[in-house]
């Protein structure tokens, strides 16, 4: 009989590990290792935090969890840098695509299409049942 029951993640991933090296090769060739590692960047001003950016270099790409810019701080160029930051962090694996997710009509959208982001998905009833857009971009 299978049950179903509450794993720690730690001790889990010998057995994940092991997986999906098989799915990788069958979905991506022999010799694909799955690769991740993840980043925290902060902007500050007279050592206050003025601005972060969290998210993760995934197997050729950059996504972005989280960017945000303290309220009296915004329209100077900070959340600018912080995404340029995260793109030259991906550019350290050579990663291609720098892509995140945005709400349907946030004043943000404007500013990601500013530096370049493109939207390539929409989807409906996600957050609080809200939409929300996939943006990516290459990087160069």
């Given at each position: 009989?299978?049950?179903?029951?509450?794993?720690?993640?730690?001790?889990?991933?010998?057995?994940?590990?092991?997986?999906?090296?098989?799915?990788n090769k069958n979905h991506f060739g022999p010799g694909?290792?799955?690769?991740?590692?993840?980043?925290?960047?902060?902007?500050?001003?007279?050592?206050?935090?003025?601005?972060?950016?969290?998210?993760?270099?995934?197997?050729?790409?950059?996504?972005?969890?989280?960017?945000?810019?303290?309220?009296?701080?915004?329209?100077?160029?900070?959340?600018?840098?912080?995404?340029?930051?995260?793109e030259k962090f991906g550019k350290k694996f050579g990663?291609?695509?720098?892509?995140?997710?945005?709400?349907?009509?946030?004043?943000?959208?404007l500013f990601f299409e500013k530096l370049g982001f493109?939207?390539?998905?929409?989807?409906?009833?996600?957050?609080?049942?809200?939409?929300?857009?996939?943006?990516?971009?290459?990087?160069?």
């Open positions: 009989m299978i049950k179903i029951v509450i794993v720690d993640k730690e001790k889990a991933m010998d057995f994940n590990e092991a997986e999906w090296q098989e799915v694909v290792k799955w690769n991740t590692t993840k980043f925290a960047f902060k902007a500050t001003e007279d050592n206050e935090t003025v601005g972060l950016i969290f998210g993760k270099h995934e197997s050729g790409t950059i996504y972005v969890s989280n960017i945000i810019v303290a309220k009296e701080k915004r329209r100077q160029g900070i959340g600018t840098r912080l995404i340029k930051e995260a990663d291609h695509k720098i892509w995140l997710i945005s709400g349907k009509h946030y004043a943000e959208d493109k939207k390539e998905a929409f989807l409906p009833d996600l957050f609080f049942h809200r939409g929300f857009f996939v943006y990516t971009k290459e990087i160069k």
